[in-house]
């Protein structure tokens, strides 16, 4: 079946260090891949997304990209920022007709940098 | 609406007690999904709606939960005869036709005594 297995946390960074969190996929199908973020009191929110293989998503300076070969969605960032301090999910999708179907989530990396 | 909407945010129940907890997804957004998640863990999968039908209900643990979306928008799930291993936080999340991601409410808290 579906699953994604996710680094383990806690990470702590001072800030303007480089991040990267691994995250590696098991996919019967083609899955969409995504990171979420979950900052302190609020609710999930998509980060960034690839839908096929070779794609990268970014989004506020986080980068990743979709590995076939490896099977990977490692989430990068050049300089963190105390305000990045997180909780980050990866998670995997398949299509289900016309639409993605549920998602498969990591356990989530706690992400604290430190000033 | 802007987002995804949940309510109540928080519910504390005695063991036994049933609860509902509501969800007010995104205009026109067709798909509906209900995740489970545990302190200190990913969010697990509990069901799915495409418009009113409930297409997988894979994900709920026992005969004690009820989903429903009777007229495409809103859904509202049911627990009945709460536990102590319910507590957790019950996410809503919606998102369009194709491959649209999936957008999720705050999240409604529930602790059960």
């Known amino acids: 079946g579906d699953s994604v297995t996710q680094m383990e946390g806690p990470v702590t960074l001072s800030e303007e260090a480089c991040l990267t969190i691994?995250?590696?996929?098991?996919?019967?199908?083609?899955?969409?891949l995504f990171w979420y973020v979950q900052y302190p009191g609020e609710g999930l929110q998509l980060l960034l997304k690839a839908t096929k293989a070779d794609d990268k998503g970014s989004n506020k300076g986080f980068e990743a990209t979709y590995r076939k070969e490896t099977t990977s969605f490692h989430l990068e960032k050049g300089s963190v920022q105390v305000s990045d301090s997180a909780v980050y999910f990866c998670?995997?999708?398949?299509?289900?007709?016309?639409?993605?179907?549920?998602?498969?989530f990591g356990r989530g990396t706690q992400l604290t940098v430190w000033p | 609406g802007a987002g995804v909407s949940q309510s109540p945010r928080y519910k504390v129940a005695k063991r036994g007690q049933d609860v509902a907890l509501r969800c007010d997804p995104i205009?026109?957004?067709?798909?509906l999904f209900w995740y489970q998640q545990a302190l200190g863990q990913g969010p697990e999968f509990l069901t799915y709606f495409q418009n009113e039908a409930q297409l997988d209900k894979s994900g709920l643990p026992s005969d004690r939960f009820f989903a429903e979306r009777p007229e495409g928008s809103v859904s509202t799930l049911k627990i009945q005869r709460t536990q102590q291993e319910d507590s957790a936080v019950y996410l809503c999340?919606?998102?369009?036709?194709?491959?649209?991601?999936?957008?999720f409410g705050p999240g409604t808290r529930l602790t059960v005594l």
């Open positions: 998670a995997l999708s398949e299509k289900r007709g016309s639409t993605l179907g549920r998602l498969y």
């Open positions: 999340a919606s998102s369009a036709l194709g491959v649209d991601p999936q957008f």
């Open positions: 691994n995250c590696t996929y098991t996919a019967t199908g083609y899955p969409s």
């Open positions: 205009s026109g957004h067709v798909s």
